[in-house]
T-cell receptor, first 114, second 113 residues
Framework: ETGVTQSPTHLIKTRGQQVTLRCSSQ?????VSWYQQALGQGPQFIFQ???????GRGNFPPRFSGLQFPNYSSELNVNALELDDSALYLC?????????????FGEGSRLTVL | GDSVTQMEGPVTLSEEAFLTINCTYT??????LFWYVQYPGEGLQLLLK?????DKGSNKGFEATYRKETTSFHLEKGSVQVSDSAVYFC????????????FGKGTKLTVNP
């Protein structure tokens, strides 16, 4: 069984740039969530995708957007990067409709904004 | 809003010591409660969970009991091992909705031989 994989693992951007982070969900999982984990903090929910549609969003501005593809992989896009966007971005997948709270996380993409 | 407060770290223990990591929550409604663990170089993984008051979650020697009266879900282990060194996160979520979890800030545990 293939786990959740994320790419890239590390990247550096400058203020105002745009970034795309990618996630392949675990085999058989059709729901993907994205979380932001700032240094020394717990993960914060950004949004969730189920069957290619956003079906839940946290307190993040519209410049954080996402996509889910027919194969259930997903992208997180962040426009107009700000210094405070520096964080570890985590992708998590679950079997659709399970709502058990058991999320399967990838190792994350660490974004540094200079 | 919903929130989770957990014990500040880091926590350093000797092998075979008793571990308690405190966690309290604030929520509207009746959440499910979770402990997630992040081992060095790995992604977050579910350690244990409890879905209603007085439930006890357990796994790998760790236990936590859902206490509605004190809004708490403290993590305990009777005898820690070096391999338990990790960051532990308490979290809450709601059944039937999105898979949104609200996490605490995490507690780093180091166990020395």
């Amino acid at each position: 069984e293939t786990g959740v994989t994320q790419s890239p693992t590390h990247l550096i951007k400058t203020r105002g740039q745009q970034v795309t982070l990618r996630c392949s969900s675990q085999s058989g999982h059709n729901t993907v969530s994205w979380y932001q984990q700032a240094l020394g903090q717990g993960p914060q929910f950004i949004f969730q995708y189920y069957r290619e549609e956003e079906n839940g969003r946290g307190n993040f501005p519209p410049r954080f957007s996402g996509l889910q593809f027919p194969n259930y992989s997903s992208e997180l896009n962040v426009n107009a990067l700000e210094l405070d966007d520096s964080a570890l971005y985590l992708c998590a997948s679950t079997p659709g409709g399970a709502n058990t709270g058991e999320l399967f996380f990838g190792e994350g993409s660490r974004l540094t904004v200079l | 809003g919903d929130s989770v407060t957990q014990m500040e770290g880091p926590v350093t223990l000797s092998e075979e010591a008793f571990l308690t990591i405190n966690c309290t929550y604030t929520a509207t409604g009746y959440p499910s409660l979770f402990w997630y663990v992040q081992y060095p170089g790995e992604g977050l993984q579910l350690l244990l969970k409890a879905t209603k008051a007085d439930d006890k979650g357990s796994n790998k020697g760790f236990e936590a009991t859902y206490r509605k009266e004190t809004t708490s879900f403290h993590l305990e282990k009777g005898s820690v091992q070096v391999s338990d060194s990790a960051v532990y996160f308490c979290a809450l979520g709601f059944q039937g909705g999105s898979e949104k979890l609200v996490f605490g800030k995490g507690t780093k545990l180091t166990v020395n031989p």
